[in-house]
């Protein structure tokens, strides 16, 4: 493997975890830590009212699980990133981003997983992370079809050239661009 592929791997791979130890903070902190906090309050007022006891022991429990399953989900891929599927994640930051009102970005794929070795999907997946980070305000297109990944930034009014690290890594992911009417990135896998 060519040594300029190795270490933006390394780079990529290391991009990942800083990505998933964010959302993993966020998470706890936003979704896991309220959980648990109704879990508390709702303990303590089974303790105050007994005759609560039944409702909202149940309402705990419930909300514990939510906390549980929270959890895990944020620890599967940590556990073992060369399982990581990129496009699990991929959705996941693009839900997040359309739920937040912000620019739409749009992500179509006919396909559950990409058929590209687990450190190629890390690198792929930090590559768009980048993209949609730095060029949602204009407007992005993700289509993933069965050997291709196609990135449209709509704006034609778009800052040029793109910025080293994105030339670089889609010439290490074997892709092409062009510039006109927006930037059209094609990636094949």
């Known amino acids: 493997m060519d040594e300029e592929l190795k270490i933006e791997l390394l780079q990529a791979q290391i991009e990942l975890?800083?990505?998933?130890?964010?959302?993993?903070?966020?998470?706890?902190?936003?979704?896991?830590?309220?959980?648990?906090?109704?879990?508390?309050?709702?303990?303590?007022?089974?303790?105050?009212?007994?005759?609560?006891?039944?409702?909202?022991?149940?309402?705990?429990?419930?909300?514990?699980?939510?906390?549980?399953?929270?959890?895990?989900?944020?620890?599967?891929?940590?556990?073992?990133?060369f399982r990581f599927n990129s496009l699990e994640y991929l959705q996941r930051e693009v839900n997040d981003i359309n739920a937040s009102g912000t620019?739409?970005?749009?992500?179509?794929?006919?396909?559950?997983?990409?058929?590209?070795?687990?450190?190629?999907?890390?690198?792929?997946?930090?590559?768009?992370?980048?993209?949609?980070?730095?060029?949602?305000?204009?407007?992005?297109s993700i289509r993933i079809a069965a050997e291709t990944v196609k990135v449209v930034i709509t704006d034609a009014a778009l800052p040029l050239p793109l910025p080293e690290k994105i030339l670089k890594r889609v010439r290490l992911l074997q892709g092409t661009y062009h510039c006109g009417n927006g930037v059209h990135i094609l990636l094949p896998f």
């Open 103 to 140: 620019v739409p970005v749009e992500l179509i794929s006919v396909r559950n997983e990409l058929s590209l070795p687990a450190e190629k999907q890390v690198m792929l997946f930090c590559f768009l992370i980048d993209l949609i980070r730095n060029y949602m305000t204009w407007g992005i």
């Open 17 to 81: 975890q800083q990505y998933l130890y964010t959302r993993l903070g966020v998470a706890l902190h936003d979704n896991v830590a309220q959980l648990l906090g109704s879990v508390n309050m709702l303990l303590g007022a089974t303790i105050n009212d007994i005759s609560l006891a039944s409702e909202t022991l149940n309402t705990a429990q419930l909300s514990l699980c939510a906390a549980i399953y929270e959890i895990r989900t944020l620890s599967q891929p940590m556990q073992d990133i």
